[in-house]
C-alpha cells in the first residue's frame, strides 16, 4: 500500500509517498480502506519533533490521526463493526498511520460515519469536531445565552465551534479576517471582529468563554476580556494555562483550562445527530491526494485555511 512516511524529523523534505506493508488488525481493532484522510496543525508539528513525548524516536512513521473510509477485516473480539461498513478512524496521536491506503484503528475509537457527509467531509470529525465540543461543552460550560467569543473561527476547530455555539443558543462573537467574514457569519456567527483592523481585546467587551481555537493569545492578555466568572479555553497547554487548571484554579474566579480531545463513541454520536440533521455543516478549504501531501501540508503551516484541509485517497 501507499503512505506518507518520515525517516526521522524535519520539514516537509522528510515526507516520502512509498510502498509500506498492509497492517493486520489486533483482536480488537479494525482495518480500515482509507478513503480521507484530514490535515491537522499538530501533523505538522509532529513531523518537526514537536511532540516526541507521545510520538517517540522510532521510525519509519506514517503519519496522520484521523480518517474515514471502509472496514475491510475485523479483529476476532470486534463486536460492532462489519467488513464493508462505512467508518472513521482515530488510530490516534501515538500510533499514527491515518495518511496511508490501509490503517487500523481500535473497536472504541472507530465510529460509524454519518450517512450525508462524504468520506472528505467525515474524516474531520474525531480532532476538529470534537475538540470544539469539549472545549465549549465540557471545559467552557456553555449555556443559553452565553457570551462566546471564539479566536480563529475561519479555521477547522473554529469553524465547528460557531455552529455548536448555536446548538446551544450562545450568543457568538467571531474573531477572522475580514475576507472570512461572510464565512463565520453564514455558520451563524452573531458578530464577527476583523483582526487585522480591531484587537478584540480592545473592544470593552466581556465574555463569558473566550475560545481561543487557534492558541494565539495568552491567558494572560485575555483576562481583562472575561467576564468576572469567564473561562478561557485553548488548544495548546501553556505553563500558566496548566497552573490556573490545576493549582490556583481554586483560588481564583476566572479559570483557565486547555483541552486535549478525547475521541469517545457518546460525543461522535451527538455529532452525527447534529450532522445528520443538518445543524452542523463541516467546512473544507482545499483537498489534495495523497501524492500531494507535502503541499498540503505546507498549506496547513500558513494557518490560513478556511475550515479544513483534506487527503483524499
Known sequence: MKAAVIDKYGGNDMIEVKDVLVPSPGPHEVLIRVRAAAINPLDWKIRYGGAKILTGSKFPKILGSECAGEVMETGRKVKHFNNGDQVIGYPGIRRLSAFAEYVCASEQTTFSKPKNITFEQASALPIAGLTALQSLRDLGHIARDSRVLINGASGGVGTFAIQIGKIFEANITAVCSGTNADLVKGLGADRVIDYTQKDFLESGEHYDIIFDAVSKRSFGECKKALA?????????????VLLNQFLMGFFVRKKAKSVMVKPNATDME?????????????????????????????????????????LSL
Open 270 to 310: 451527538w455529532m452525527k445527530m447534529q450532522i445528520e440533521a443538518r445543524k452542523i455543516s463541516i467546512v473544507i478549504d482545499r483537498v489534495y491526494s495523497l501524492e500531494q501531501v507535502s503541499e498540503a501540508l505546507a498549506y496547513s503551516e500558513t494557518e490560513k485555511a478556511k475550515g479544513k484541509v483534506i
Open 228 to 240: 468576572p466568572t469567564g473561562i478561557y479555553v485553548n488548544t495548546l497547554p501553556s505553563l500558566s
